[in-house]
């Protein structure tokens, strides 16, 4: 197998019908037998968009706002709420008062 990546189109094509491998484009264009894509690319996860990049998606913006809207209500104090924790009974949290007011942590 052989990469072909970032090279004029027709050459590609010349490449991939002159050799017997594989000829893989990353940016090789149409005629190769296979194709490349970095997937944060083709997700839109970098701000840098290359000419032979097919962005189906902007993710970067989705996931900037989400970073954002968690820093915000973590630091508003949103975050958690009360669905995030763990809840235990009062009863457990009284017995544990006792145990630690009398010095009594034998069996539990």
Do not use: W
């Amino acid at each position: 197998m052989i990469v072909l990546e970032l090279i004029p189109e027709l050459l590609a094509k010349y490449i991939t019908e002159s050799i017997s491998i594989p000829a893989i484009g990353i940016g090789g264009g149409r005629y190769c037998d296979g194709q490349v894509q970095v997937l944060p690319d083709i997700l839109g996860l970098n701000e840098k968009v290359f000419k032979h990049v097919k962005k189906y998606a902007d993710m970067h913006s989705l996931y900037s706002d989400v970073v954002r809207s968690y820093i915000k209500e973590t630091q508003e104090g949103y975050f958690p709420g009360e669905e995030q924790v763990s809840a235990l009974p009062e009863e457990v949290i009284e017995f544990i008062r006792k145990k630690r007011d009398t010095g009594s942590y034998g069996e539990v």
